[in-house]
Structure formats: structure tokens, C-alpha cells
């Protein structure tokens, strides 16, 4: 028999070359997986098929994890306000945790012994595979040829077409990934530190310019309905994107760490993900505490921190995802945004659970639960601590 094999598959160059070499010279039985996280047509799927079985593979599967992804992961990408290092909403390092948890599931599914993903050894999904394969199966072999071999883009080509294998593999001058919580734009541009991204390089370019305000309703912190339409929180960041990537919202370049210490800057259009942060963000000001938004500050930033290293499957995850849960009590209410070509902007708020009430007094104006003496005395015991302090310190 020959030996059971699951490869994480996405239909590129360095995947292909893994069903080939695994399947040909190594005598396994590849069984090809994809994982949809929001950036795959039906047609793409069959495409993906197509090759996959032309390459050698056993069989090809596409599971379907987009309600998986939002549940286990942007629902608490939301909820904790998450931007990396301000400004990377975590579109596509996130999905990675997702497409890893449905293939190891998939490989036990079937008793397969190996598992193979085509990662290189100088990014960082090299690490958010291995550590969710290791940790969740360590009796399954991991096997990565192109990490392993240390192979170039020409050598995969001139190997597949020694193979009978001459498909068009020309490089797309922009490497673009696209999934539910964004698109990542990558290109010559993204390797320098100084140079921009064309307009031509995003997917979707501007198509409106009339200003649009739109009322984004949350419930618990989830997206529930778009100008009073109710739908699922999956559907109304569909929903969401295409409305506002029309407006060629959401663009921007990250620089970050990577989980292998070196810099890394990627291009990225998250038009919905943007606007939804902001828009959420804006709501629980109005209707948490000051000590809330504080901690949840805090472990909303490790939150996003971890998830980016790999390490979900850590148990404090699971401690942080049940406090940013019960965080969104009260945030309740709706959002008002107007979009503009290339930004957005928050209007305001509407919450039965608004703070900003004016029967307790209207901050800089009047106030109607204290008295002029009350304020004396609480700014007289503030004063306190730091008076004796001076008292103590100065001159000595």
C-alpha cells in the first residue's frame, strides 16, 4: 500500500511541484486539500481540481471553513479592536490557523500518516502549520519539499516540464490573497521600504465618489444588519466589503516582525474589516467603562500578537477569547459611517446603553449628580498622593 498522505494545496507553483515530487519520486498517495476561507469561486475550486489531479494527486477536496473562520477567529478579532502594530487587521495570517486546524482534521479524518504544506523557510507559515500539525497530531509526519530542498521558482518549473508538465506558470506581477477579513498585496514594491503600491495593484479599484452613509447595527459586539437588512455576521462583512471597496477604502501597507525575526512589509485592501473596527471601537466607547477599554486595550493587542506567532492553540487564547466575550454585553446600538473615496468616517452612535447620559450632566457644561463642594473635596483627596510626595521629595 502505498503511504497515506495529506498535502495543504492552494494550486500555485510550489504546491504543485509538492503533488508532483510526493506522488512521482516519493511514492505517496497525495490526497490534495484546499481550504476556502472566503477567497475561492466555485470556479477556482474546479480549476484547482483540474490541476491537482493532472499533477498526480489521489483525490482533491475543498472544504468550506468560512462560518469556522469567523466563529474561531474574527468574531474575537472584532471584539478586541485588532490591528497589528495599528494597522494590519490580520487579513490572510489569520486564516492560516484555520486552513492548519481543517487539514489536520481532514489527515486524521482519513488515517493519512504524513502531512505536507509547500511553505518556504523564510516566511512565517512555515511556523503556523507546523505548530498546529505538531500539537494536535505529533504521530503525523510533517514533510515540506520546498522548505527542505531549498528549491527556486525556476527549478519547480523545469522540473514539472521534464515531467510532461508545461503549464503556464509565469509570476502574476502581484501576489494577491484574498479571504474573508481582507486581501494581502504583495510585489517588487513590497520588498523595498520606500516605495508605494500602484493603484493598479489592488483588486478593487475606485468606482464611487458620491459620499453614502450607512448605519452598521451590532448586537453583542457582532455585525447583525447593514441599514436595518438583518444577516448573518459572515454575510454582512460580504455585504460590507462590497459596498465600501467600491470606494477604495481600507488600502494600506504593513511593516511588521516576523515570527522568524526579520522584517516583513505586505500591501493590503480591507475595506470591510476596517470600516467594522472603527465603527465597533466607536460604539464601545460610548458604552464600556474606562477600566474595560483599558483591559481589553491590552488583551486585544496579545490577542492579535499571538495569533500572528502561531500559537492559537495556546490555553491563554481561550482565557482571552472568554473576557473579550463577556466584554460585549452592552455593546448594543447603531453605527453611522459616511463613505468617501479613499477614507470613511464615524459619525456618531445610538445605544440604549450610552454612557454619554445626559441626566448625570454634559461633560464641560452642567453637572446634576454633584455638587460644586462635592467636586472640591474628590479634587482635594486626588491631590493627595503627589502633595505628599512634594511635600517629601522637593529640594531634597
Keep these: 500500500m502505498k503511504k497515506k498522505l495529506v498535502l495543504a494545496y492552494s494550486g500555485g507553483l510550489d504546491t504543485s511541484y509538492c503533488v508532483k515530487h510526493l506522488s512521482h519520486d516519493l511514492g505517496y498517495e497525495v490526497h490534495a486539500v484546499s481550504v476556502n476561507t472566503g477567497g475561492f469561486s466555485a470556479e477556482e475550486t474546479k480549476k484547482m481540481e483540474e490541476k491537482a489531479l493532472l499533477m498526480g494527486a489521489s483525490t482533491y477536496k475543498n472544504i468550506d471553513a468560512v462560518q469556522s473562520f469567523y466563529e474561531k477567529v474574527i468574531k474575537y478579532l472584532v471584539f478586541g479592536n485588532v490591528l497589528k502594530n495599528n494597522t494590519y487587521p490580520l487579513s490572510v495570517s489569520a486564516e492560516r490557523v484555520v486552513q492548519a486546524l ?15 504544506h509547500g511553505s518556504t523557510g523564510a516566511g512565517n507559515d512555515q511556523v503556523r502549520f507546523d505548530l498546529i500539525f505538531q500539537v494536535l497530531a505529533p504521530e503525523i509526519e510533517i514533510i515540506t519539499p520546498i522548505r527542505d530542498q531549498q528549491l527556486s521558482r525556476e527549478a519547480e518549473i523545469a522540473y514539472l516540464q521534464d515531467h510532461g508538465i508545461s503549464l503556464n506558470w509565469e509570476k502574476a506581477k502581484y501576489s494577491v490573497n484574498q479571504g474573508l477579513w481582507g486581501t494581502s498585496v504583495g510585489g517588487a514594491e513590497t520588498l523595498t521600504s520606500h516605495l508605494p503600491l500602484p493603484e493598479e495593484a489592488y483588486p478593487s479599484q475606485l468606482k464611487e465618489t458620491h459620499p453614502k452613509q450607512l448605519k452598521l447595527s451590532f448586537k453583542k459586539g457582532e455585525l447583525i444588519a447593514i441599514d436595518d437588512e438583518k444577516g448573518n455576521p459572515v454575510s454582512n462583512i460580504s ?12 488600502r494600506d501597507i504593513h511593516t511588521g516582525d516576523t515570527i522568524i525575526g526579520i522584517k516583513g512589509r505586505v500591501g493590503f485592501e480591507a475595506a470591510a474589516p476596517m470600516v467594522i473596527l472603527k465603527a465597533h471601537h466607536a460604539l464601545e466607547k460610548h458604552v464600556l467603562t474606562k477600566w474595560q477599554q483599558h483591559h481589553k486595550e491590552q488583551l486585544g493587542n496579545w490577542y492579535g500578537m499571538l495569533l500572528h506567532e502561531g500559537q ?5 487564547m481561550r482565557n482571552i477569547e472568554a473576557f473579550l466575550e463577556d466584554s460585549q454585553k452592552k455593546v448594543n446600538g447603531d453605527v453611522f459611517v459616511s463613505l468617501y473615496p479613499y477614507r470613511f468616517t464615524i459619525d456618531g452612535i445610538q445605544s440604549g446603553h450610552d ?20 467636586a472640591k473635596g474628590f479634587i482635594r483627596l486626588l491631590s493627595n498622593q503627589n502633595k505628599i510626595y512634594q511635600h517629601l521629595n522637593t529640594n531634597s
Excluded at 481543517?102 to 505536507?116: L, R, V
Excluded at 492559537?312 to 491563554?316: N, R, S
Design 102 to 116: 481543517e487539514i489536520i482534521n481532514y489527515a486524521k479524518s482519513i488515517n493519512a500518516s504524513f502531512i505536507a
Design 239 to 250: 455585504k460590507l466589503q462590497e459596498i465600501a471597496s467600491a470606494y477604495a477604502i481600507g
Design 312 to 316: 492559537y492553540l495556546d490555553e491563554v
Design 355 to 374: 454612557l454619554m447620559n445626559a441626566s448625570f450632566g454634559s461633560y464641560g457644561e452642567m453637572n446634576k449628580a454633584w455638587t460644586a463642594a462635592d
